[in-house]
């Protein structure tokens, strides 16, 4: 509460200043992961956990440096993708330990206070930072540092803050034999060190015995040890978690997610079951909204007012007009549907846009196509590179055949047209406005507007046929089932016997 109150006083004060550079750990093997993949790339809440911290950097207009090392240019794409040419690289050749990420800095340290931040800390807020920084300079410290309580100090391998009246280190995981449950205090991964403590103390870290790694967190013992200003800052658990495994991941993403539902609640959405929704990062929804059980809302999703997403529903970067309603399990993927109009359920629309007031029903897939306002596709439909106007209705089982083998071919259809029931479209085809194409139909030429157009063959009725092959059918049933009796009988007959 006390630290609570402290951030709040401090809110709206930036920490921007010229004192202040970052540094980035990012180059680590992820071991603890056993996929072979770096970590940093893994997403939670839709976004890859390095821009967790770099972007976090960059609100705060603090230039970065990012120290990369295993699987560099998996992160380097990413990294620059979201930063373009902002941030500055690092290269850590061979993973010897944090302390030896930090040394590999070494050159570009140029400002009077170093912010080091490991890459795998995601959840951090401004406020920890702001925090930290204050602290730092109130108490004229060569070595700040982030600590918390670990509800679960038994668990996870974090280091092990030990506060005593000779002084305050850091003891990892591994070769702390202490009572976990007495020393909850935990190291965070986010230090502020003053440039000058850092360039004299850098070269005295050792290599640790057991592990043969460089620990950056030796240098808050050396700084003890030299009678040197020693501060800690305190921070919420679930904003440092750090994250070595698939369990940690899980952890975090569900803090990640509660925290983004909780604000769309209190923008006016309705979650039915919100701990069975999966939400990312960068999702937006309007007030009025209801978003139902086991919806997966994707990417730059963006859902209007008043809508209802209802349950097993996935979106990902779609765009959802204002009361419109998407019935369950329906895939809407890179696309924008105008307002008051209704989807699925079991629709899949893909890289499309769909008009206001247009219903695109069961079992309906939409490819790579433009739907005009009110028009209608209600039951069992495929349409693909197609583009229909205002107001058209397409029949139940109508099939749009795009693909002649060797590419797409497109077709339109303008306004105001009926397609009948079960028609197979065959791409490049035109039906002009107001048409109507007979159910049935195999629409292979353009047909003009207002014209009907009937493309299947002509229905034969032979009279009384149905009787004699009934007749036929029967005799040859009675045949079968006496020999099948007959055998029975036999059969019977022979156990008895
Ligand atoms: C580290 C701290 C521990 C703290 C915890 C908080 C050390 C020695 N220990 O432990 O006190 O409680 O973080 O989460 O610092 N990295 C490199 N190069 C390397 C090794 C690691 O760049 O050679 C990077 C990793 O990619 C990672 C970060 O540094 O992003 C932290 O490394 P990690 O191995 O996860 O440290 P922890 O064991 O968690
Ligand atoms: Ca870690």
């Known amino acids: 509460m006390i630290l609570q109150h402290h951030l709040a006083k401090k809110k709206g004060e930036s920490m921007v200043t010229n004192k202040v550079q970052a540094v980035v750990l990012a180059a680590g093997k992820s071991t603890r992961f056993n996929t072979g993949k770096t970590k940093l790339v893994e997403k939670i809440c839709g976004q890859e956990m390095i821009l967790y911290s770099t972007r976090l950097l960059e609100q705060l207009h603090i230039p970065t440096t990012v120290v ?26 061979q993973q010897k330990g944090t302390g030896h990420a930090l040394m590999c800095t070494q050159n570009i340290w140029d400002r009077e206070h170093i912010l080091i931040m490991n890459g795998d800390v995601p959840l951090v807020t401004p406020d920890i930072i702001q925090h930290l920084y204050e602290e730092h300079l109130t108490t004229n410290a060569d070595i700040s540092f982030v600590t918390s309580h670990n509800p679960d100090p038994t668990n996870g391998g974090y280091g092990r803050v030990i506060k005593r009246a000779t002084g305050t280190a850091v003891i990892e995981a591994r070769d702390f034999e202490g009572d976990a449950t007495q020393e909850s205090c935990i190291n965070a991964g986010i230090y502020l060190i003053r440039r000058k403590f850092l360039e004299e103390t850098i070269t005295r870290i050792e290599q640790n015995q057991k592990s043969h790694e460089f620990y950056l ?3 808050i013992k050396i700084a003890s040890d030299h009678k040197r200003i020693v501060t800690t800052t305190l921070a919420p658990f679930d904003h440092i978690r750090g994250i070595n495994n698939f369990q940690e991941l899980w952890a975090a993403e569900q803090v990640k997610r509660s925290e983004l539902i909780k604000y769309w609640m209190d923008r006016g959405v309705h979650f039915s079951v919100a701990h069975n929704v999966h939400i990312d990062l960068n999702v937006s929804i309007g007030a009025g909204s209801f978003i139902g059980c086991g919806v997966h809302l994707l990417g730059k999703t963006c859902i209007g007012k008043n809508c209802r997403i209802n349950e097993f529903s996935s979106l990902e970067n779609a765009t959802i007009g204002d009361e419109t309603l998407i019935h369950s399990h329906t895939i809407i993927k890179g696309s924008t549907i105008g307002v008051q109009s209704q989807i699925g359920p079991f629709a899949h629309l893909e890289t499309c846009t769909v008009a206001e007031q247009s219903i695109i029903g069961n079992f309906v897939e939409i490819k790579r196509s433009n739907i005009g306002k009110g028009t209608k596709a209600k039951h069992l439909t495929y349409i693909g590179d197609t583009q229909t106007g205002h107001d058209v209705n397409i029949g139940a089982g109508s099939i749009v055949c795009n693909y002649d083998g060797n590419q797409k071919q497109k077709t339109i259809i303008e306004d105001e047209t009926f ?22 139909s195999v629409i292979t030429d353009d047909v003009p507007p207002y014209a009907l157009a009937i493309a299947r063959a002509h229905q034969k ?11 036929a059918d029967e005799n040859e049933n009675a045949s079968t089932s006496a020999s099948f009796i007959g055998a029975l009988k036999t059969k019977n ?5």
């Open 68 to 93: 990369v090392g295993y699987q560099q240019e998996l992160i380097k794409d990413i990294l620059n993708k979201y930063h373009g040419t902002s941030l500055t690289y690092c290269v850590q050749e």
């Open 217 to 219: 967190t030796d240098l």
């Open 419 to 440: 397609i009948g029931s079960n028609n197979t479209i065959v791409a490049p085809v035109r039906i002009g406005r107001g048409a109507f194409t007979a159910a049935g």
């Open 461 to 471: 009725n032979k009279e009384g046929y149905a009787t004699k092959l009934r007749t």
């Open 493 to 497: 007959s022979a156990q008895t016997t």
